[in-house]
């Protein structure tokens, strides 16, 4: 009978595998970043699902919904974790503070990981660690989605695929940088470089503190990788050769106000040309 065929069971149907996969992302993150580089950004000011389709179709790696610097709520939040997974972009969300709640509810939604601010201690990454991972691991709490219904292990699986990246943001988070990655299931720690100049009384956004940066060795443990906020895509090949595998390059915004400057100054630059010349030939 057809009732007897394990094919036949919903958790086995291709749209239930459809969704498992797009629920380890993470693994697939964790991959490239550890192989090399994985390229992100930040989605701050534009909110939308379009436009997490368009960072994916640009070829980024992953992209980063800010929770912390932006408008997003948890009703938009899962409508933009959806695009990301629809178009196999993990999706990692900046948390506004690493509560457990606040990452087992983040990470519930089907995000493939959390970015974690202000971490300043292993104590705190460990807190980190234990929300984010099912025992024995950590101590997240399990609620039997139907999300989960293609998953074999859900707590095995979704407790590997998770993405955690703690944030270091102050000049005492960089002088325990190593002590933090040292602690068990921290994949990144990742250098905020704007909170950064502000703890060493730079301006944000100065080259004095990507100087500062570079004087550190981060040190971190094998497989723990090292992540940093970029303004300008033409430093990322320097950071990269510092070690500095996970990069997030610039932000929605920012790159939309670049891209149609560009458009702008490309489209007036004949209508110049051809004053300068007529009152050059006057």
């Not at 291709?14 to 993150?29: D, E, F, H, Q």
Request: a negative charge.
């Amino acid at each position: 009978m057809a009732g007897d065929n394990n094919t036949d069971r919903p958790s086995n149907s291709p749209g239930a595998r459809t969704v498992s996969k797009s629920l380890l992302l993470g693994n697939a993150l964790r991959e490239k970043a550890r192989a090399g580089l994985a390229l992100g950004t930040f989605l701050i000011e534009l909110p939308a699902a379009g436009v997490v389709e368009a960072l994916a179709i640009a070829g980024f790696d992953f992209v980063v919904l800010d929770l912390e610097h932006s408008t997003i709520g948890f009703a938009r939040l899962e409508s933009l974790i959806l695009a990301g997974r629809a178009c196999n972009l993990p999706v990692i969300v900046r948390v506004w503070e690493p509560s457990a709640g606040l990452i087992g509810k983040v990470l519930d939604i089907g995000a493939s990981g959390v970015m974690a601010p202000h971490v300043e201690s292993p104590e705190q990454a460990r807190a980190i660690i234990d929300a984010a991972r099912f025992p024995p691991e950590g101590g997240r709490g399990f609620s039997p989605l139907k999300k989960f219904d293609g998953l074999d292990e859900p707590l095995r699986e979704l407790s590997q695929a998770a993405y955690v990246i703690v944030q270091l943001e102050g000049k005492s988070a960089l002088d325990q940088a190593a002590a933090i990655a040292a602690v068990e299931g921290v994949d990144a720690v990742f250098i905020g470089p704007y909170d950064l100049a502000l703890s060493l009384n730079l301006p944000p956004g100065g080259k004095g503190t990507y100087d500062a940066i570079g004087d550190y060795s981060l040190n971190l443990s094998d497989g723990v990788t090292a992540g940093i906020y970029i303004d300008n895509p033409e430093d990322s090949s320097r950071w990269l050769r510092k070690g500095f595998g996970l990069q997030c390059i610039s932000f929605d915004s920012r790159m939309l106000v670049a891209g149609a400057r560009q458009v702008v100054a490309t489209a007036r630059g004949p209508v110049f040309d051809r004053k300068e010349r007529l009152e050059n030939d006057q």
